[in-house]
């Protein structure tokens, strides 16, 4: 199985400041077609999850432009500039390459 | 507009099979692409891919949970379902299905399943 490795967040972060959440795979997620099968998910509390960036870079309908996703096979960076209070949830990485799909554990974001 | 609800027993007990239905909305499970996941989450913790279905009757299950899974839909109907058998108190969780394509773009909200004698 593909394992997803997520780091963690200096919380609290001031409003307004941009933060980086990493994410690693253990096996490269890029594909013959050349897409990279890495997505990223917010999960508000008390919500269900919603998609926020797919092929590692592409940002899903209605998501913000302050959502930017990057990285290369195996190392995965969301960024998130300029926070803001409907940030805060719990945001994690999910591989799309191979069954069995997996998720990261997750990186909590608060906001001071 | 893509929309999803799940639907389970509530409260099932151990030994007992677990049976949720995914109806959706907005899309149909015979165009080419698309596939209905269902992922779970128990309470405070990450979440767990279970169980994949594709527009091709492809099927993708976690093996951790080996045998006791089986997925599947009914196209007709925009349904999609799922069977957990020999359930136990780790099962309970809230049961999500979601829209994959790719990533999984549009969830329900969730059906909440407790297993408890």
């Known amino acids: 199985d593909i394992v997803m490795t997520q780091g963690a967040l200096p919380n609290p972060v001031p409003s307004g400041e941009s933060v980086s959440i990493t994410c690693r795979s253990s096996?490269?997620?890029?594909?013959?077609?050349?897409?990279?099968?890495l997505n990223w998910y917010l999960q508000r509390p008390g919500q269900s999850p919603q998609l926020l960036i797919y092929?590692?870079?592409t940002r899903a309908s209605g998501v913000s432009d302050r959502f930017s996703g990057s990285g290369s096979g195996t190392d995965f960076t969301l960024k998130i500039s300029g926070v803001e209070a409907e940030d805060v949830g719990v945001y994690y990485c999910?591989?799309?390459?191979?069954?069995?799909?997996?998720f990261g554990s997750g990186t909590k974001l608060e906001i001071k | 507009q893509v929309t999803l609800k799940e639907s389970g027993p509530g409260i099932l007990q151990p030994s007992q099979t677990l049976s949720l239905t995914c109806s959706f909305s907005?899309?149909?499970?015979?165009?080419?692409?698309?596939?209905v996941s269902w992922i779970r989450q128990p309470s405070g913790k990450g979440l767990e891919w279970l169980a994949t279905i594709c527009w091709e009757d492809s099927k993708g299950y976690n093996p951790s949970l080996k045998n006791r899974l089986t997925i599947s839909k009914d196209t007709s109907n925009n349904q999609a379902f799922l069977k957990i058998t020999s359930v136990d108190t780790a099962d309970t969780a809230i049961y999500y299905c979601a829209r994959n394509l790719p990533g999984m773009d549009a969830w329900g909200q969730g059906a909440s399943v407790t297993v408890s004698s």
């Open positions: 907005g899309f149909s499970l015979s165009t080419s692409g698309i596939c």
């Open positions: 092929w590692m870079s």
């Open positions: 096996k490269s997620l890029l594909y013959s077609d050349g897409k990279t099968y």
């Open positions: 999910q591989q799309g390459l191979e069954f069995p799909l997996t």
